[in-house]
Every structure is written in C-alpha cells, then in structure tokens.
C-alpha cells in the first residue's frame, strides 16, 4: 500500500515528510508543485519542529499524469478547500493499474482521505469518488517557505480522528482504517478511528472561525478572542437550529491530552499563524474561509435563517485575499465595527 499525498504545504508536507522518516512498509509519494516542488526535487523536504530539525528524501510528482496508479494505493487529500475540488477533477478519472493491466479509475477505485478544514472537501469528494473517509486534522503545521514544513508540536507531529464517510464501513474500510492507524501512528502521529467523524469535523469548524481574525488582526490579537466568541456563539445557534451536534470540551480535552502543547521553534522568529494567515503571508489570492464562516453562513440560510457575523468575516477576508492585503491589515476595532454594523443585537448609538 502506498499514500499519495495530494498537496505539500503545512498538513500534507508534515504527513508526507513524517511518513517517508518512519514508514518502511508503506511508502508515500508526495505531489508538490511550483517553487515549493522544485525546492523539495532539488534538496529534500525540511521539517522542522520545536525538537528537530530534518531534511527528508521522498518520492514527488507533480501532477496524476505523471503517477502510475496502482491498485492498493490510497489516496489523501491535503490542499486547502477552495482549491480541493479542481483536485479531485484532475485524479478522479485516473487509470488504476494492477501490475501493468488498467481496472478501471481512482474514482471507482482507490479509497480517499480528506485531510482539510471545514466540512465541505467530503460532499465534493463524494461526487466522484465511491470510498470517501474524513479527516479532522489536529496539526498546527506552517509552510511559507518552498521546500520547508514546519509544525509547533513535539515528540507528536500531530493528530487525525479518521471514518468513513457518506456509508457505514464495510469489514475492509475497517482494515484499511486499520492499517493506516498503525503506520500514521508509527511516524509520530496520534490516530482515532470514529464512525462519528463529521461530530468532530463540526466541532473543529467552530475554531475555525478564528482563522480569518489570525489572517485580518494577526496571531494572537488583543480583542481577537472576544470576536471569535461572538462568531462562535451565531454558529451555535446555527448548528442548533440545523440538528448538528458536536463533542464537548471534556470530550475533545480527553483526546488532545498534552499532545497539543504548541512550543517555540528554533531559529523561527516572528509570529505565526495558521491555514488562514498564511494564504495572506504568501499573497496567495485566496484563502479558505468561505468554507469556515462561509460554512455557517450557508448552514443558516438553508434552515431560513441568516449568520450575518460569520458572513460578514466571509466578505472581508475573501475581499482581503484577493486584494492583496497584509496580514494585520485591519484593527480589532475596525473590524469589531464592521461586525456591529450587521448585528441586529447591537442597537446603534444615536
């Protein structure tokens, strides 16, 4: 069995590096492109943690085309959501070999994993894969520099609660589920089997809509914490009213343990963010949150209601994006007008 991993950047590339450091039985390939491809062609892909640092040789590609897909390999989505679904169109319709004799494509074939934030990569992958199984990432990974991962974490890289989605697993989902458990396990990973996965990935959803406040005021931004809750509290009443049910603090508390103690890194300076401020550091022209308080904002309108916070944050991280704006580009102040502004709990002054 064989891990192909599609995207490089902070999750993907601390997965597929951590893999190729341990793994023996089970190989990866990673798929990088660019710069950040060229980089890791050139001298190996660097990963760095509060404990180590290691340089790591593995196999890359940089497109399906370029890869002979065989018929025990697995493939694992790690890109950002936005950019997911042009993913799974360009590997869907891969030929699947066993030995040099075609049986048919990735997309009736090879099982996937949707390592992404949000709770939309899954719907989409459903649409043209038949084995979808979903990822709640734990893994607080960084990548600004091509040929370079780094993740704030140690002695584990981080941890994954992993089911089967759209269906309930079959006894070789179960196996497969197995299996991979062991060898993420085995390259420093902690790894939950859950056939409630989407409780989870929901849960995860309601930290992430801190991300783009990271993006707009920066890590750790005075008044950060209190838009966050007011962005949070509008999702509750959202999941609510669409029967969503999600795990509690003792619940996620019990899992995360001490594992998630996020230390310095050596020789890293600076704040750092996560998957939100670092499309605004790179000026990638884009960035997830349509898919994290675009999420809730979609949630509402489809049970007739509106999240005009969350929607709001929506409008002016997009807009951000794709104007080219600097993280920290706005103030808390600012922003926290912007979100009194379409709050109809806030009663303007006179």
Known sequence: MRYVIIGAGAIGGVLGGRLAEHSTDHPCLLIARGDHGHAIEAAGLRVRSPDTDTVIRLPLASSAAAVHLQIDDVLVFATKTQQVEQ???????????????????????LPVFTALNGIESERLALRYFSRVFAVCVWLPGVHLTPGEVIVRIAPSSGTFIVGRYGAPPTQADRELLATLQADWTAATFRVFLADDVLRWKHRKLLSNLGNALQALLGPDAEGADRLHARLEAEAVEVYEAAGVSWPSDEEEEAWRGDAFDVRPVPGVDGDLGGSSWQSIQRGTGSIETDFLNGEIALMAR??????????????????????GAAPASMTAEQLTAALDAVDPAVVPAD
Do not use: F, K, M, S
């Open 87 to 109: 993913a799974l169109l360009e590997w869907a319709d891969q030929p699947v070999h066993a030995g040099r004799r075609q049986v048919g494509t990735a997309g009736a074939i």
């Open 302 to 323: 489809l049970h007739g209601r509106e999240a005009p916070l969350n929607a709001e944050v929506q409008r002016v991280a997009r807009q951000a994006a794709a104007n």
